[in-house]
């Protein structure tokens, strides 16, 4: 069983900071790229960054320069920098891994729990 277990969240002023943090754990052979999400209230899921187990990153051109994704030592671990956060930030954030379970190859797509960051004006 594999889950992947988010931190981190909660309410800010604009301008402010948040760090949000997800681990993944359970039988993992190796994690590929793992990334953030967001859902704003009434919209859909929307990609926030991804950082691939090589260190390249991707960001929604939004939070290009605001927000910084990193990982762990482990690999098994993802971070995002949230600064100069903004209302229109508000959103439950998801993290998301690519997992390989088995020395095959075979790639999982696995969905952390979200966790609500509120940015106030």
């Known amino acids: 069983q594999v889950r992947l277990v988010e931190s981190g969240g909660g309410l800010v002023q604009a301008g402010g900071s948040l760090r949000l943090s997800c681990a993944a754990a359970?039988?993992?052979?190796?994690?590929?790229?793992m990334g953030w999400y967001r859902q704003p209230p009434g919209k859909q899921r929307e990609l926030v960054a991804t950082?691939?187990?090589?260190?390249?990153?991707n960001y929604e051109n939004s939070v290009n320069g605001r927000f910084t994704i990193s990982r762990g030592n482990a690999k098994n671990t993802v971070y995002l920098q949230m600064n100069s956060l903004k209302p229109e930030d508000t959103a439950v954030y998801y993290c998301?891994?690519?997992?390989?379970?088995?020395?095959?190859?075979?790639?999982?797509?696995?969905w952390g729990q979200g966790t609500q960051v509120t940015v106030s004006s």
């Open positions: 950082i691939t187990s090589g260190g390249s990153t």
């Open positions: 998301n891994a690519i997992i390989i379970l088995g020395s095959r190859g075979h790639e999982y797509n696995y």
């Open positions: 359970g039988s993992i052979f190796s994690i590929n790229t």
